[in-house]
């Protein structure tokens, strides 16, 4: 991707050979429109590393599956549709000041696969806005994939959004935290009933984590 760059998917189940890596040099845009790419190759820096955002229409159902792991050093957004992570530790690129992750619109995490479960370390988890959905899920039904945070900021993050679901696969997911700062869990539907359903746990190592009333 150069600065600006979209990859725009119009075929359903399309994969790129993993032995072809993709660069960001700049910002770089992956549109789903519906469809569903598999890619398990490398996303890394070019010369000008940017920001990297997955995009689908508002309620649609396209999806993004990733099972390499991959290195750029810019933040992540997901803008509608689903970023499924296989089945490894940190798919996405792990735990550096850059490479937060925004779930906004109807958008939806899956960690895991058939294979085995994903184990993701992130920064920051925001919302780009509240929404009345669960937006972080477990992929794999044998193991809990688990997603950890590691904020060190010096104000309260909030994540607006559930994490779970209601079937057992989609509640196969915890969250840990690590970093010194704090982190507020707020999913709920909008009448103050919980949008947190998981049964991966909570493990808070370091830190403070706030669950509003109705909302773990």
Known sequence: FNNGGILNVQTSGTSIN??????????GTIEENNQVLNYGGIIADGASPGNLTVAEAAGTTGTL???????????????????????GTNILPNNTAGTGLTLSG?????LGDANGASFQTIPTLNSGGANAAYSVAGGNANTASILTINYNGTATQTFSRGVGGTTALAQNVGLAFTGSGTFKL????????????????????NGTVIASQNSA
């Open 186 to 205: 707020n999913g709920n539907d909008g009448s103050g009933n919980s949008l947190n359903n998981f049964s991966g746990g909570v493990n808070i190592s």
């Open 18 to 27: 993993s032995n072809r890596g993709i660069t960001l040099n700049g910002n």
């Open 106 to 110: 109807t958008s939806l995490l899956v």
């Open 65 to 87: 599956y990733l099972t390499g792991h991959s290195t750029y050093t810019g933040n992540t957004t997901l803008s509608n549709g689903t970023l499924q992570l296989g089945a």
